[in-house]
């Protein structure tokens, strides 16, 4: 993997790829922040920011920022997550500068008008309102809320309805100046761009900029046995079983992924061979983690009417048993290293997911390799390191979060 990174006087850094032969290029604003820095009074700032930085600069208004956007073609969009915020576009290489132009605007002098603010507040409101709709979403929000109970990641991305209304512009503001700045973003772009241009374009459009970079507490989770249930009269109910995992960069991390391939992760993973396709009691059903900073989670989901609920959960747990104590196969070890090697590839055949990469890994202090590198580390995972990583990270506590007609006690022999 071949990048280039400059750190512009005023602590901003760009990092690039080039990919030549493409005319588009992805840019990815990446500031570090997300709903683990917010206050208990901030909780949604991070989120509600990245909806309003869209509504209009000083000098531009929300229109005029989505017509340039739109008569170029591009596509411009925005996401947060607990530890970051991203804002992103992806244009002609040619008109790299008036894209970069508009980001520059939007993050550095976003007028935080109050008639735009309170439109905006609602527009928060119903996408909350939305979410807790869906009881997929309900069910992974609770085991997130439920695994990092005490920690700073407890908090939902998306705030609550509380939270939101009480949110006034002095609070948005100054969560904007104390954490948005030059020293606490990234400037990511890939495709279609010569590094120097890529430094004088954003040297152009952020230089000014000033602010340095942001403390985060870090600290590890503790996780408890515990079952957070929303009784609903649903079809089907949603269930996310799962525990403590590790975090962003651990060692062990790609035993851990190949123990995810083989528990859960595709077509030919244990978990959907057994609840799925040999006892048809789940059309989805998956193993996935969460790794951060300081910590992480792994879960398993699974949807199944609320009858074979016992049934689905007890076929759960002791496939967590049997690899905990036995580990994985040759074959699966194989299909899982083959399928990783496959994956890195592909997602390198896209400007928008080097874009990612580049961006999030420079901003989290990550590792920067290569496919060639990760495909040997993914290659000298070895059975026992899988065996040990099951060992440690599949026999609990266990906690689970889930939406059905039923209550916490009905589950609570699953976690014990």
Not at 19 to 42: F, I, K, N, Q, Y
Not at 90 to 106: A, F, H, N, P, T
Not at 180 to 193: C, W
Request: proline content about 3%; hydrophobic content about 40%.
């Amino acid at each position: 993997m071949h990048y280039d990174l400059t750190t512009l006087p005023n602590g901003l850094r760009v990092i690039t790829e080039t990919m030549p032969s493409l005319r588009s290029v992805a840019v990815g604003c990446w500031v570090d922040t997300g709903t683990r820095d917010e206050t208990p009074e901030e909780a949604g700032a991070s989120h509600f920011l990245e909806h309003l930085l869209f509504k209009g600069s000083e000098t531009l208004s929300s229109r005029q920022i989505s017509e340039t956007f739109d008569a170029m073609g591009a596509q411009s969009n925005a996401f947060t997550s607990q530890e970051y915020t991203c804002f992103w576009a992806r244009m002609l290489d040619s008109d790299l500068d008036e894209g970069l132009r508009l980001l520059g605007e939007m993050l550095q002098r976003p007028a935080f008008r109050q008639n735009e603010i309170d439109s905006e507040l609602q527009v928060v409101i119903e996408e909350i309102n939305m979410n807790e709709d869906d009881p997929n979403d309900v069910a992974f929000e609770r085991f997130h809320e439920t695994v990092f109970a005490g920690h700073p990641l407890e908090r939902p991305i998306l705030g609550t309805r509380d939270s939101i209304r009480a949110m006034k512009r002095d609070d948005l503001l100054g969560y904007w100046q104390r954490r948005y700045g030059a020293g606490s973003t990234v400037i990511a772009i890939s495709g279609s761009i010569e590094h120097d241009r890529a430094v004088e374009l954003v040297g152009r459009h952020f230089g000014d900029w000033t602010g340095g970079a942001v403390h985060h507490e870090y600290r590890r989770a503790s996780v408890a046995r515990r079952v957070s249930v929303v009784h609903r009269d649903t079809e089907q109910s949603h269930l996310v079983l799962g525990g403590e995992g590790m975090s962003r960069e651990d060692e062990r991390r790609y035993a851990f992924e190949v123990l995810h391939l083989a528990l859960g992760g595709g077509m030919s993973s244990r978990l959907f061979h057994t609840i799925r396709e040999e006892r048809g009691l789940a059309y989805a059903v998956y193993s996935f983690k969460m790794p951060f900073a300081d910590v992480g989670a792994w879960a398993v989901y699974a949807g199944t009417t609320p009858a074979q609920t016992p049934t689905v959960l007890g076929l759960i747990r002791e496939e967590l048993a049997r690899m905990a104590a036995d580990g994985i196969t040759s074959d699966e070890l194989k299909r899982a290293q083959g399928n990783l090697r496959g994956s890195l590839a592909l997602s390198l055949e896209d400007p928008n997911s080097r874009m990612v990469r580049l961006g999030r890994q420079e901003l989290t202090g990550g590792e920067h390799t290569s496919v060639d590198e990760r495909i040997a580390r993914v290659n000298s995972v070895t059975e026992s390191d899988v065996q040990l990583v099951a060992e440690q990270m599949l026999s609990g506590p266990f906690v689970m979060g889930a939406v059905g007609p039923f209550e916490a006690s009905d589950l609570e022999e699953f976690v014990t």
